[in-house]
């Protein structure tokens, strides 16, 4: 079949709709090699309609109602967004619970890596200074000094990667006691005893604001090792509104000073062989099309089960993309207690929308629908096959760290940066992340491994994107090559294999999940 021959790919035997796969669509006229007939031109990744769909029937997609037809749609037509109505949202009672018992898989002995193997027993894949922010008042002062110390320190500790300003938009002005207001705070707590800053946090506090860094780091929640090999309980802090300081440049020396003490247990740090049980692996999916269910999302699956027989920690997320197919994920649970505690997360957010004023519709972009993707039901259904068939294991409250190996169920908001956040916090120490519409996304704390969707895409941005599962659509490479092949390049870039994302240096911005109100 050459590429010209006109394609399209059907999710299930019972599907009445395929998408397109050829670059740039199919124009009206054009006849699969089965003697289907468009009747319509139908954009790459849109789908077609195999049978005649008469008005309010279903219309099927991974054997899935996505939407009932607005109007009797032809055989051959373009099956566009306007011409489904969405269906409501499962209700959170009467699931079933723990039903599905997948086979058992046999273990994957024998995989390892080159980490860095921290004293709490967690493993970093990258060994980096973080200077944690307790107010976004400070954030501009540390962005200057984290630049001095990179062109005048870094050089003088071959041994760490990178430093990094923990900077977000938190810490004063926010009703600080309020419902939710937990959240961003453990956030910021646990993202900076991730383990790729070694346990070596350090704060930049301004004096006055909210969150104290007492209030961030209670007495005994962290241990520092101190440059003379002895541990503190509590961070070195360097507040920007002490008396000490007589302008800016000493506030930027107390910084640097701070963070050469740091640098150098850091520097002590070496990369020794650690089995795959200790990567904490977070998958995500942004800036989605219709090929993120049918090739990246499908091999991250398939990765994801690899790495769960191998004795690894996997976290999937964005609850709004999820919550079309909690029946799929409550039936996977490894007991009734996982299931129930994924039942309360997706609760908590259906009220978090409702005082919002939205419901689960408002999370399909633009972008989403132009690349075929018609409503939040098509698009959860492609967002969840990045769970692989293991079993759920655990499930881990916004901010909280994962304790649970296997595959967890990370409740995050959907949003790609706030999810990446959240999962920073809860111990990732290596990220993938798939995309078919195209985003450079990428986080200064973690690597971040891209897979494409689509041949085009993955031609275009070919210095953007690690992993091409494009492939999988033209037929040239199975979702189990992918996912292979994928399995071993985080082993690769979790033992210092830089990817695109590290290469550039394209780092987006922290943004923390805060429920409660600003003041």
Known sequence: MTASTPRRILMHANDNVAIVVNDGGLPAGTVFPDGLTLVEGVPQGHKVALTDIAQGQPV????????????DIPKGSWVSEQLLEMPPARELDNLPIATVKPPAFDPLEGYTFQGYRNEDGSVGTRNILAIT???????????????RIKAELLPKYPNVDDVVGLEHTYGCGVAIDAPGANIPIRTIHNISKNPNF?????????GCEKLQPTRLFPANSIQIRRKDDTVATEPPVVCLQDAGHVGFMSMIESIMQTAEQQLEVLNKRQRVTCPASDLVVGVQCGGSDAFSGVTANPAVGF?????????????????TEVRDGIDQLTSRAVNAEVAQAMIREMDWYDNYLKRGGVDRSANTTPGNKKGGLSNIVEKAMGSIVKSGSVPIAGVVSPGDRVTTKGLNYTATPASDFICGTLQLAAGMNVHVFTTGRGTPYGLAECPVVKVATRDDLARRWHDLMDVNAGRIATGEATIEDVGWELFHLLLDVASGKKTWAEHWKLHNALVLFNPAPVT
């Open 303 to 319: 990765a994801t089960d690899l790495l769960v027989r191998a004795g690894a920690t996997v976290m999937f997320s964005e609850v």
């Open 133 to 147: 922010t307790t107010v976004q008042c400070v954030s501009g002062v540390v962005e200057f000094a984290v630049k």
């Open 198 to 206: 070694g346990g070596q946090a350090m704060v930049v506090s301004l």
């Open 60 to 71: 099927l997609r991974y054997n899935v109602t996505i939407g009932r037809a607005v109007r």
